[in-house]
Nanobody, 115 residues
């Protein structure tokens, strides 16, 4: 059973930084794409960034000048470096992987940015 576990969330002041980690376990195979999503209260879940095992990354236009996703080769650990955080970044951040026909989600980690 694949499990995704996030860590690194917390409370930070506007302008601060956080680094989120997502570690997948339960498989020795590489999950092709691992994504970061976020959902703020009352808003739809949105895709923040993706990283493939082949080294490709994609980051939402709304955060690409502040957020950086990284992954060490084909390893199933993905990081999201978030700089110059804004109150609008407040959300639950969850990582997601699609593997062998199934979607897997982490439990989410809360990021709260105070003004």
């Amino acid at each position: 059973q694949v499990q995704l576990v996030e860590s690194g969330g917390g409370l930070v002041q506007a302008g601060g930084s956080l680094r989120l980690s997502c570690a997948a376990s339960g498989t020795s195979f590489s999950i092709n794409t691992i994504d970061w999503y976020r959902q703020a209260p009352g808003k739809q879940r949105e895709l923040v960034a993706s990283a493939t095992s082949g080294g490709r990354t994609n980051t939402a236009d709304s955060v690409k000048d502040r957020f950086t996703i990284s992954r060490l080769g084909a390893k199933n650990t993905v990081y999201l470096q978030m700089n110059n955080l804004k109150p609008d970044d407040t959300a639950v951040y969850s990582c997601h992987g699609y593997f062998l026909g199934r979607d897997y989600w982490g439990q989410g980690t809360q990021v709260t940015v105070s003004s």
